[in-house]
């Protein structure tokens, strides 16, 4: 006779994001019924914005190129970026669980207004992540952070903004491509990823449990800055490009230029994406608060490892709320193996 008893993996088909961020709640891996509210007012800004992300084709003039403004980085801000700023602004400030924001698109830490409650929590946020990639139909993101307060009282402060990473309490992101995916985690918690299911309008359990795979066979990298790379960096690049059956090179070239697609690939098919310092930028590109930290954090939670070339990606201290790091994050093995050609550079300074 057939079995028809229900395995674990049975019971998740079909669960939504909500049903699953309250189950994380009940399990008592996630603290209190604050952080799942919060982490629901952000699946109601993904909705939002993965919507106008799917159809901005359709009404160019109103979200497609540039403000004609330029963001606190000096960048022209495109229409859509700003519309998703503006989105998980309106929609964060008014939900009660939050002290203070940050964003990639705004200068200074986002006040709560003092018509709405104030909360324990603060989040950073890159609300659109890809931005060169907005007008030309590819992949982009958005990027999450969240965080208790330290300040005791009153309203949130920069001080707030600026925690280690280790200090996460949640991290996650959105991947508006192909489909819409939602991929977070929590303290206690795994990494799990959500499909958006375009008829219903809910996230549908996909991808339970993430593990990186311990090495890969693919690095992504911008080779076009490869003259100003270090002497490290570029022995690196040729060795994985070399032959060798073993270990199973030369890998593969992967390079979309939106971290968050860039990232999940890596994330779920292992090997390594790199962001690092060059002559240029001595920093890389990548912030720490709102790109590297939330990233290192699931990376971390999901098997894998991210630093600087040196140091631990979570454990950097921020000083500034939009400071960059150089950044290698993926399989252990390969983050690993990038460390050691880096240390070469270290000796030779
Ligand atoms: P953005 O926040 O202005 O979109 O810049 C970040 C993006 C990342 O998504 C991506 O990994 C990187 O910039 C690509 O940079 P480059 O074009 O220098 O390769
Ligand atoms: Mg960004």
């Not at 209190?32 to 993904?46: D, H, M, Q, R, W």
């Not at 402060?157 to 959105?174: E, M, N, S, V």
Request: aromatic share 8%; proline share 4%.
């Amino acid at each position: 006779m057939e079995d028809f008893a229900m395995s674990n993996s049975d019971r998740q088909i079909g669960l939504t994001l909500t049903q699953h961020i309250r189950f994380e709640q009940t399990n008592h891996r996630m603290a209190t019924g604050k952080l799942s509210g919060l982490l629901n007012e952000i699946l109601v800004a993904a909705k939002i914005i993965s919507q106008e992300v799917n159809t901005a084709g359709l009404k160019a003039e109103l979200l497609l190129g540039m403000t004609g403004t330029v963001n606190v980085h000096g960048e022209d801000r495109q229409k859509l970026d700003e519309y998703s700023n503006n989105t998980f602004i309106h929609i964060l400030e008014r939900s009660g669980y939050l002290a203070v924001m940050g964003s990639e698109e705004n200068d200074s830490p986002i006040p709560i207004p003092e018509t709405y409650k104030s909360g324990k929590y603060v989040l950073l946020m890159d609300p659109l992540d890809g931005s060169s990639n907005i007008d030309v139909g590819v992949s982009i993101g958005t990027i999450f952070s969240i965080y208790e307060r330290v300040s005791q009282s009153g309203a949130g402060t920069l001080k707030d903004l600026l925690q280690p990473g280790h200090r996460q309490i949640a991290a996650g992101y959105i991947l508006y491509g192909s489909s819409t995916i939602f991929v977070y985690t929590t303290r206690g918690g795994d990494v799990h990823g959500f499909t958006l299911d375009p008829h219903t309008g809910e996230f549908l359990l996909s991808h339970p449990n993430i593990v990186i795979p311990k090495k890969g066979t693919i690095y992504s990298i911008n080779e076009g800055n490869s003259n100003s790379w270090s002497r490290g960096q570029r022995k690196y690049i040729n060795y994985l490009k070399a032959s060798d059956q073993n270990t199973g090179r030369p890998y593969k070239s992967r390079y979309v230029g939106s971290f968050v697609s860039d990232f999940h690939r890596t994330l779920l098919k292992g090997g390594i994406f790199m962001y690092p310092s060059d002559q240029k930028s001595p920093n890389g590109k990548l912030r720490l608060g709102y790109e590297c930290n939330p990233m290192a954090f699931i990376v971390e939670k999901a098997g894998g490892k991210a630093n600087n070339g040196s140091r631990r990606i979570l454990d950097i201290i921020p000083t500034t709320l939009h400071e960059r790091t150089p950044l290698y994050i993926g399989s252990p093995e390969d983050v690993e193996m990038a460390e050691k050609y880096l240390a070469e550079d270290a000796k030779n300074r």
